[in-house]
C-alpha cells in the first residue's frame, strides 16, 4: 500500500463507506424522505445539479451536521478566478469531495480553491455520454479513449485527487495510476436491477474487484421497492470482495 493511500485510509475504508447514494431529486422534500427511509444503512450522498438548484446545497450542510458524507455533482467549468473562489466557497460547506471539470486550468484554479481544506477533487474526464462522433462534433481531435487517458494523466499532474469513471475503465486507471488516485464509479447495477440508460453497467462487485474506492448508485436504491434493503445489499456486496 502508498504511503498516499494509507494516510487516507481508503484501503480499510468499511464498505459502508464505500456506497455513496445519488439523490436524483428536484426538491430537498424529495431527498430528505428518501435519506430518513435509508436510516444508518448509507453514510455517503451524492447531490447533483438538479437538487442543488431545488436548495440542495444548505441541504448539504445539514447532512453534514447530520454526520453524513456529501459528495457535491457539480461539474464546474469556468474562468480560472471564478473556479478557486467556487471551490473556497463550496469547501466552507462542509462535503467531502466536488467535481470539477478535467480541464488544465480548472483543475489548476480548483486545487488552489481548495488548498488547506479537507474537500476532495475529483474529476470528470470525458462525460459517458459522449461517443467519438459528438466529440468530433464538439472540435476535439480525439477518440473517447484517448481523451480520457489524456485528461486523467492531465488530472494527476494537477493533484487532482481522484477521477470520475466508469467501472469498466477502473482496472486500467489504477493499473496506470497505482493507488494515488480516488477512483469513483457510477454506473454501478446490481444482479437482476434494470441498467436503463447506463450502457456500460457493473455491479458492486465487480467494480469494487476493478479497484473502484467508491461507487455511485442512484436509481437500484431510489427507485427500489425496498430503498434500504437495496442499500444493505450493495453494502454486502462490497464487503464480499472486501473480505476475500
Ligand atoms: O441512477 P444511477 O445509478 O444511474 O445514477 C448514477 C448517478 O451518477 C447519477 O447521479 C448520474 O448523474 C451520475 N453519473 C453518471 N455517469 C457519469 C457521471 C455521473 O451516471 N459519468
Do not use: W
Not at 28 to 55: C, P, Q, W
Not at 102 to 126: D, E, F, I, K
Request: proline share 5%; aromatic share 6%; charged share 25%.
Amino acid at each position: 500500500m502508498s504511503e498516499a493511500r494509507a494516510l487516507t485510509g481508503l484501503e480499510s475504508l468499511p464498505a459502508r463507506q464505500r456506497l455513496i447514494a445519488a439523490l436524483d431529486f428536484s426538491t430537498v422534500r424529495e431527498a430528505e424522505t428518501m435519506v430518513e427511509r435509508l436510516g444508518d444503512s448509507v453514510a455517503f450522498y451524492k447531490i447533483g445539479m438538479e437538487l442543488a438548484y431545488g436548495g440542495g446545497l444548505p441541504f448539504a450542510k445539514d447532512l453534514v451536521a447530520a454526520g453524513k458524507r456529501v459528495f457535491l455533482d457539480l461539474k464546474l467549468h469556468d474562468i480560472p478566478t471564478t473556479v478557486t473562489k467556487a471551490c473556497a466557497n463550496v469547501a466552507r460547506l462542509g462535503a467531502d469531495f466536488l467535481t470539477v471539470h478535467a480541464y488544465p486550468q480548472t483543475m489548476g484554479a480548483a486545487m488552489a480553491g481548495v488548498a488547506g481544506t479537507p474537500l476532495r477533487l475529483l474529476a470528470v474526464t470525458v462525460m459517458t455520454s459522449y461517443d467519438d462522433q459528438d466529440l468530433r462534433e464538439a472540435g476535439y481531435a480525439f477518440a473517447v479513449k484517448d481523451l480520457v487517458a489524456r485528461r486523467a494523466e492531465q488530472a494527476r499532474r494537477a493533484g487532482i485527487h481522484g477521477l470520475i469513471l466508469s467501472a469498466g475503465e477502473a482496472k486500467a486507471m489504477r493499473a496506470k495510476f497505482g493507488p494515488e488516485l480516488i477512483l469513483a464509479t457510477p454506473g454501478i447495477r446490481p444482479v437482476g436491477s434494470e441498467t436503463r440508460d447506463q450502457k456500460r453497467a457493473m455491479t458492486p462487485a465487480a467494480a469494487r474487484a476493478a479497484g473502484a474506492d467508491y461507487l455511485v448508485v442512484g436509481r437500484p436504491i431510489t427507485e427500489a421497492n425496498d430503498p434500504k434493503a437495496a442499500a444493505e445489499a450493495i453494502v454486502a456486496d462490497i464487503a464480499g470482495v472486501d473480505s476475500e
